[in-house]
């Protein structure tokens, strides 16, 4: 195993390399980059004949416009007068030591910006992950003993609806029925703590942050019930119906010690094996739709926002560091196929 785990962090540095290098490529030939929005930004608030002091409204000129001087002034403030190599190199040379640079929208760097917005992220994605795998697992073994019963069919249908409807739809009927939209106003609709939270004692802060939870955890987190739901009940109606659990069954073994002495080992490795990546995902993606209909400052609005304004270190160093953790999630996973089921061997991996 050693042996394969050296290999695969070998591979991670081409794969991150060439990730890199395909998006910065990429945000070369996107029009509207950081000179092009300063330039309209100047131009726009300068006025006709207006010469504006103080930063980048130095360089205004008045209603002809921007002279080419300054304009590459500018493209320096940027650092756009270097060939585009020699800016990819120096980027990756600083983001060897994880220095991100500067945003060019928030003017803060993006080390900070990224882990101001975490906590919103973190709390979305760590409920979302506990309600599934708390939920789901349990809910498909029942689902694999009662195959075929009316409690299967019934819940198949929930979960399968909960699954077809948007995250967003969902909290959106979720705010008009207990947001105060038009039935009963029951649960907050913005951030994940009151304005007040400081003021409160420990209890009332934990009781405060758990109810603006709720109505976001929900809709993040139904959309996901139905994949994991049937993938347990599969893998352990597969399990179920193997020759090794007729045979415990001929010898007099209860059912559930026949499921829990048996089957779950085998049946649980599919869903065990993705936990490393879900667990580490859920601390660092950010939903969009979900954080903007809460008002939640996370880490999906940082992310279209960055994209919007060309906010490119950003980008770039955002992308950088969740590449890496995507690649070492996948290497966990592979790794916890073992520690589940040491049956499994690496010797003959290529």
Known sequence: MAAYILRRILLMIPTLFGVMLVTFVVTQFVPGGPVERMLAQIEGHGGVGEVRTGGAGDLYQGAQGMDEERIEQLRALYGFDRPPAERFITMMKSYLVFDFGQSYYHHTSVAGLVISKLPVSMSLGLWTFVIVYGVCIPLGIKKAMSDGSRFDVVSST?????????????????????????????????????????????????????????????????????VMTLLTK????????????LTARAKGLSEKRVLYRHVFRNAIIPIITGFPGSFIAAFFTGSLLIETIFSLDGMGLLAYESIMNRDYPVVLGTLYFFTIIGLISRLLTDISYVVVDPRITFESVK
């Open 234 to 245: 599969n893998s352990f109606l597969e399990e179920i119906r193997k020759q090794y659990v």
């Open 158 to 226: 929930i979960i399968l609806i909960g699954y077809a409807i948007p995250g967003f739809v969902l909290a959106i009927v979720l705010i008009v029925l207990f947001g105060g939209g038009s039935f009963w106003n029951i649960f907050p609709l913005r951030g994940i703590v009151s304005d007040n939270w400081h003021e409160l004692g420990m209890i009332a802060k934990v009781l405060d942050y758990l109810w603006h939870m709720v109505l976001p955890v929900t809709a993040s987190a139904v959309g996901s019930l139905a």
